[in-house]
């Protein structure tokens, strides 16, 4: 049997409610001794009171959930600003009401949110170099910001709805990509790093692609690679050119005049003394450049740091290097460039605490898993640390510019790290090596 309405229930059970009391009633009226007219009378007043408690009874019930409905209806289709005017407290529909309404106010804040969230990631779509790419189960386009638009040098509205292959994006679109990928977009050619991940919407998979251009920051890293080395090629050169050619102007002076100078020889030698002079200093540039380029992979085995710190500081004969009494560390080295950096740095330390009669200590100290060393001077500390690892970059007279930019390489080849900076608790500077 099909079920009754709700409203067909209510004025059911509300009939079955007062049929025992009206039968009652009617009972007894018929067996009073008043007059037929009057009995006639009460019963029609009585039916008349009885359908009217019905009526008021199936509003009551009834309204106040057509009204919830209404609500729940408004919400169902994103209208979060309807209100009940009957929700109280304390009362168990207006409870029921009161949390309708609650309801309604908690998914407007959620949908302002997600409004407002959506709003910056546009922007941040819309602003990023980064090209970004969504498809969906058919490998059909279903977002794209700027860059990907300048990347397909097409706008958005043409591009939507298309295929991967349509788009020229198949080979990013693979199953198995690489990490990088030479290759040519409508909007440029170069190298592009490609990430891509998944996500689901309407519980369907969905891709998730993003290609950046590496060329472009790769040319300006290597253009300002290129500016910093010429600047300090420029500078060494300069200082070795213009000595030499003054020299030079001044030998063909002297060898031109009629006749000689009595001093003629000592002028010619000293000429020639400087110019061999720079000519070696030009040679060591050279060679420090060589070194620099031609490091060799690191040959790891394992090797003692302590025993290490000890050789490089007893190689130090212009003053005492102090190492300080510490555990010792055994890590997978190459013991011959790790010394070789060592030794650097330990000379670089004597020549600053030289200059003002202070010393050198060298600590060894566990950091993790690994090992830090720490290298004190008592010098003057560091007045500039932008042109620190700048290579061929120096400030010392004779000096290469090359033993900082190598340990740090050396290091960094180990997996490790190498840092400068004056010390906290006194004058001078501290180098740091984490391995």
């Given at each position: ?244 050619r003054s020299m030079a102007s001044t030998l ?19 000429a020639l003394q400087i110019i061999g002079d ?22 790891k085995r394992q090797a003692s740091l302590r ?129």
């Open positions: 049997m099909k079920p009754l309405r709700y409203e067909l229930k209510v004025a059911s059970l509300s009939v079955l409610l007062v049929l025992p009391s009206l039968a009652a009633a009617l009972w007894f009226l018929w067996q009073s001794p008043l007059d037929m007219q009057w009995r006639l009378g009460i019963i029609g007043g009585l039916l008349v009171a009885t359908v009217w408690l019905g009526i008021r009874l199936r509003r009551v019930i009834v309204h106040p959930l057509l009204t919830l409905v209404n609500l729940l209806d408004a919400l169902r289709a994103g209208d979060y600003s309807l209100r009940s005017t009957s929700a109280v407290r304390g009362d168990a529909l207006g409870e029921v009401l009161w949390e309708v309404n609650a309801l309604a106010s908690t998914l407007r804040e959620q949908r302002l949110r997600v409004e407002e969230s959506g709003a910056l990631l546009g922007k941040v779509l819309s602003n990023v170099d980064i090209a970004i790419f969504a498809f969906d189960d058919e490998q059909r386009l279903k977002l794209i910001n700027a860059a990907g638009e300048r990347l397909l040098a097409r706008d958005a509205a043409s591009a939507l709805g298309q295929t991967a292959l349509e788009l020229g994006l198949e080979a990013c679109c693979a199953d198995v990509i690489p990490s990088t990928l030479k290759t040519a977009f409508p909007g440029g050619a170069g190298s592009f790093d490609l990430r891509r991940t998944t996500f689901r919407e309407g519980g369907r998979p969905h891709q998730l692609l993003a290609i950046t251009d590496l060329s472009r920051a790769l040319r300006e890293e290597e253009r300002g690679a290129w500016q910093r080395l010429i600047r300090v090629l420029g500078h060494e050169l300069n200082n070795s050119l213009a000595p030499i063909s002076t002297v060898v031109t005049r009629e006749p000689l100078p009595h001093d003629w020889r000592e002028d010619v030698l000293g720079r000519a070696e200093s030009l040679t060591r540039f050279m060679s420090g450049y060589t070194r620099l380029a031609r490091l060799p992979p690191a040959n025993g290490m710190l000890q050789r490089a500081a007893r190689l130090e004969q212009r003053l005492t290097v102090i190492v300080e009494d510490g555990p010792d560390k055994t890590l997978a080295l190459d013991q011959d460039q790790i010394e070789q950096a060592l030794i650097n740095l330990i000379k670089n330390a004597a020549e600053a605490a030289l200059e003002t009669g202070g010393g050198v200590r060298v600590r060894l100290l566990e950091h993790g898993s690994g090992a830090r060393i720490e290298i004190d001077d008592e010098g003057k500390g560091l007045a500039k640390t932008e042109n620190l690892f700048v290579p061929f970059f120096t400030t010392k007279p004779g000096g290469s510019g090359v033993g900082l930019v190598l340990a740090r390489q050396i290091v960094e080849n180990h997996g490790g790290s190498l840092s400068l900076a004056n010390r906290p608790d006194a004058s001078g500077c501290r180098v740091t090596i984490d391995l």
